[in-house]
């Protein structure tokens, strides 16, 4: 079918119609968004999309991009209830029947924002899959270990065996397509750095050892899709809110002429700062007894209820409004590091705020790369056996 049009035929608006669907659903059943018709989309979404089309005169633009199909028929079918759908949706024309339909696409400020919503809702419970699976089993790409655990155990495998740095596992997600990605380079001979190809695995093994090449190319778009920071705010790439806010990490790994800061990773991940002042420990259980008798913050008490992820948030909360020497309970601004001390003291404000104030997109990513204490933050749900 041709592209349709709005009013103006010279003017495309969208691509060729499809009905396919390529996505795995945990929800199947929907109902139609403008009747009551029912359809299981595990079945055919095929027929689905057929009824909007024929029955009601309405096409969803490029549907196969859209992760939780059920979640968005839902959200429309409630709105169409508050409006007629002529006020919400605009109507079109196609070019070769002249028929109008109504178009829902992200031309529409509205549908945007609900497809962004969705898709970042989808990726995280990936990740919180992902992190929580402890069966993951995959050979090494480098030796002949055959990993069974969890992803993360894996990637820490590959950092501290074989020095391939992937970025902050908390930033990471589909990692085993990830990793199958890379595997499917090296078997290629490719550098997974600058693509070049070799004549065997020998020579490349060198090559990506001598130029520092074992990590990936943070200016490939190739490998977007596998870190969380480029889902967090619609329309915008780690690149843009790096350029926004230039004191974030790198968090797609480290920056070509950063060698010095790339050779010592490790060494940097096996001290954990304070999130209060600058004391750092080797041990998260002691750098807590640290901050509960240096600064009253309990954190196990302090985060009691909050998920993985607000616990997450909640530092990386921490650390950005202690870098801008603001306080991190009531957010007044203060001219020194030792000031905002003294006000911390004074109006005893080493305290959590409340969980609406950092449960936020932007601090689903840290404020400095390699922070240790968002590494160990499941540990301190288990007792210090050191």
Request: a negative charge.
């Amino acid at each position: 079918m041709a592209a349709a049009t709005l009013g103006d035929s010279s003017t495309e608006m969208f691509g060729p119609l499809t009905f396919e669907y390529t996505h795995t659903l945990t929800e199947t059943k929907t109902k139609c968004l403008l009747c009551d018709n029912i359809f299981d989309l595990s079945v055919s979404v095929r027929s689905f999309l057929m009824h909007i089309f024929e029955a009601h005169n309405m096409v969803i633009d490029s549907v196969q991009d859209i992760g939780q199909l059920p979640k968005y028929v839902s959200y429309w079918r409630q709105r169409f209830r508050t409006k007629p759908i002529e006020e919400i949706i605009p109507s079109l024309t196609a070019d070769c029947t002249g028929h109008k339909y109504f178009l829902l696409s992200e031309l529409l400020s509205e549908d945007k924002e609900l497809r962004h919503k969705l898709k970042l809702e989808h990726v995280l419970q990936v990740q919180e899959t992902e992190r929580s699976d402890s069966t993951f089993t995959k050979p090494c790409l480098f030796c002949k270990l055959v990993f069974v655990g969890t992803r993360h155990g894996y990637l820490e495998h590959l950092s501290t065996q074989h020095n391939i740095q992937l970025g902050n596992p908390q930033n990471l997600v589909y990692v085993e397509e990830l990793v199958g990605t890379i595997d499917s380079k090296l078997r290629d001979l490719k550098c997974i750095y600058c693509e070049k190809t070799f004549p065997d695995r020998n020579i490349l093994k060198e090559h990506m050892r001598k130029k520092l090449h074992k990590r990936i190319n943070p200016n490939s778009m190739e490998y977007d899709k596998y870190y969380i920071v480029n889902y967090l705010e619609l329309g915008k790439t780690w690149k843009d809110i790096e350029r926004e806010d230039d004191h974030y990490a790198v968090t797609r790994g480290v920056e070509p002429n950063a060698d010095e800061e790339y050779s010592d990773w490790n060494e940097e991940a096996d001290q954990i700062t304070c999130l209060f002042c600058r004391s750092k420990e080797e041990n998260i259980h002691v750098l807590c007894l640290h901050m509960e008798a240096d600064h009253g913050f309990d954190f196990v008490e302090q985060t009691e209820g909050l998920d993985f992820y607000q616990k997450i948030k909640l530092v990386n909360y921490i650390r950005k409004q202690m870098h801008s020497n603001r306080c991190v309970f009531c957010d007044t601004a203060f001219e020194s590091f030792a000031r905002l001390q003294e006000h911390f003291v004074a109006e005893e404000h080493y305290k959590r705020p409340d969980v609406k104030i950092f449960d936020q997109p932007e601090y689903y990513f840290p404020t400095y790369e390699n922070d240790a204490f968002l590494y160990l933050i499941d540990d301190l749900d288990l007792p210090d056996t050191s």
